[in-house]
């Protein structure tokens, strides 16, 4: 039985050798990330408990690229339905989005609360940071 050690925020090297240390073997894969590459960002057992030796340990290490990933389409939609898919997007892609809300005066009551437009539209691919600005019936 091994102890499973804190590897989150160390990089690739020292989750390594603080692995070999505790007689844990460890299973890595990279992910996007602002993060500089070679960071450690998580780990799928957690710091502190035993494990059977053998058990690898999942860690998952920054590639040092910044995530992308292609917005959804939300225009009709209520605004609220349409925030609810952006978090969506951000929890899936970790691409972090500010959303801007932009009121437009409509003559039909049934688009009141609709996202009418979206800039960058529908399928553009976008970064981390990226400022999404909804137009919405007012």
Not at 14 to 19: G, K, V
Not at 78 to 102: C, H, M, N, W, Y
Request: net charge negative; proline share 11%.
């Amino acid at each position: 039985v091994s102890i499973v050690p804190a590897l989150i925020g160390l990089t690739v090297d020292q989750a390594r050798q603080l692995a070999l240390e505790s007689r844990v073997l460890l299973s890595i894969f990279e992910v996007p990330s602002l993060e500089p590459a070679g960071i450690v960002l998580s780990q799928f057992v957690a710091p502190g408990e035993s494990i059977p030796q053998g058990k690898p340990v999942l860690v998952g290490v920054s590639n040092g690229i910044p995530p992308v990933g292609i917005l959804p389409a939300i225009i009709g939609l209520p605004f609220d339905e349409g925030v609810a898919l952006l978090v969506a997007f951000e929890q899936q892609t970790s691409v972090k989005v500010t959303i801007v809300r932009l009121d437009s005066p409509v003559g039909d009551p049934k688009k009141k609360g609709i996202i009418l437009g979206m800039s960058p539209p529908p399928g553009s691919e976008v970064g981390s940071g990226v400022q999404v600005t909804l137009t919405v019936g007012a």
